[in-house]
Each structure stands twice: as C-alpha cells, then as structure tokens.
Antibody, heavy 123, light 108 residues
Framework: HLQLQVSGPGLVRPSETLSLTCSVS??????????WGWIRQSPGKGLEWIGT???????SYNPSLKSRVSISADTSDTQFFLNLRSVTAADTGVYYC???????????????WGQGTLVAVSS | SYELTQPPSVSVSPGQTARITCSGD??????ASWFQQKPGQAPLLVMY???ERPSGIPERFSGSSSGTTVTLTVSGVQAADEADYYC???????????FGGGTKLTVL
C-alpha cells in the first residue's frame, strides 16, 4: 500500500531556501516506471505543479519556477526532496508530494497524495 | 502560457446532477484528470484519462470529453460531494502539467 508523507520546517525566512522531504512507503522510488511529483497550493488558491522526478533521476519543472527549484532523491530509495531557493511571501502555501502517473505522453495524473505541509515565508 | 478554464462555482440541490466543465486547447490531444478537495484535506483523484474512475470512487461520478472541453458529472449529488474540484492535464507536448483554477461545488 503506497503512502507518502511530507515533512519539513513550517517557517522559512525570505531569500532563504525552502527544503521539504517526501517519505515514501510501499515501493522504492527508483522502481521502473515510477515518477514522483511536488504540487503546492497558496492560501485560498488553486493547485500549482512544481515539478516531477522520474525514477531514472530525470526531472521536469514548471517553467515559472525552474530557475529556483530542484527535486532529487536519496540513496536510501525511500525519500525525495524539494528545494526552492530565494523564497518570497508568494511561496507561502501548502506543499504536497504525490506519485505522478505518466503514460505515453498524453496521460498523467497524481495518486496518491501525501497529507501536505504548510510552509510560511516570513521574517 | 497554456491554461485550463473552469467555472468558479456550481450549485445544485441534493439529488440533482452537477456538471463541472474544464476547457483547454490541448484537451483534444491530452487526457484530463479530476481531483476532489475538501477543506483541510489533500486532493483526491476521482477521475483519470477523461472518464476512468479509480477504485473506491462512487459510480455517481463520471467523466466525458468533447473537443476542447472535458466534463465531470456528479449524479444524485449528496451533501458529502460539496468540495472544490480541479481538472488537470498537460500542454500539447505532454511535458508540463497544468491545473485548472478549481470549481466550488455547493450543495444547496
């Protein structure tokens, strides 16, 4: 049974780096065909895709965030990470991780999702 | 930049049918998925590949596609269906993921 859980600091100072961890249980992150995504939601707003990590280590990022974001995985094969640099108040929101199903270039969806964590950017 | 357009709100009485639309130029080529989000909860997948329903999702949820519009239909709406609903798809290249702005379904 695949489960994901997000962890990390709830407060980040402006201009610093937001770092979050998604812990995965039930499957190895590097399992062939698996992809893993980060999505965020500003307070009272909609969902925004941040980026996706492929099982091979390849990444794909939202063009609007690409210059500041990096997604990676650790060698234990049970966690993947989000780093968002030079944050501002606009980066405040709930951050989710999820398994990203991706097939044939014409279909993709996120399931299941982790519970999400609220990150506030404030001095 | 590519966008998916949803109505901000849809209201129906219990037992009626709610239809939530999502429009985007790439939808004839790219499948869409739908998520239900209740306050304080993570989004839940309720439809994928336009009309495929995940296990555990009630049969009253269905999906369809026509041209540049996909539709999530909730038949026999119940109070428990009141939530925000988001569509999601990709640009024509299939590289970048996009979410619609969300629709608040209100059960009167």
């Amino acid at each position: 049974h695949l489960q994901l859980q997000v962890s990390g600091p709830g407060l980040v100072r402006p201009s610093e780096t937001l770092s979050l961890t998604c812990s995965v249980s039930g499957v190895s992150i590097s399992s062939v065909g698996y992809k893993w995504g980060w999505i965020r939601q500003s307070p009272g707003k909609g969902l925004e895709w941040i980026g996706t990590l492929y099982y091979s280590g390849i990444t794909s990022y939202n063009p609007s965030l690409k210059s500041r974001v990096s997604i990676s995985a650790d060698t234990s094969d049970t966690q993947f990470f989000l780093n968002l640099r030079s944050v501002t108040a606009a980066d405040t929101g709930v951050y989710y991780c999820a398994r990203h199903f991706y097939g044939d270039g014409v279909e993709n969806w996120f399931d299941p999702w982790g519970q999400g964590t609220l990150v506030a950017v404030s001095s | 930049s590519y966008e998916l357009t949803q109505p901000p709100s849809v209201s129906v009485s219990p037992g009626q049918t709610a239809r939530i639309t999502c429009s985007g130029d790439a939808l004839p080529k790219q499948y869409a998925s739908w998520f239900q989000q209740k306050p304080g909860q993570a989004p839940l997948l309720v439809m994928y590949k336009d009309s495929e329903r995940p296990s555990g999702i009630p049969e009253r949820f269905s999906g369809s596609s026509s041209g540049t519009t996909v539709t999530l239909t909730v038949s026999g709406v119940q109070a428990a269906d009141e939530a925000d609903y988001y569509c999601q798809s990709s640009d024509n290249s299939g590289t970048y993921v996009i979410f619609g702005g969300g629709t608040k379904l209100t059960v009167l």
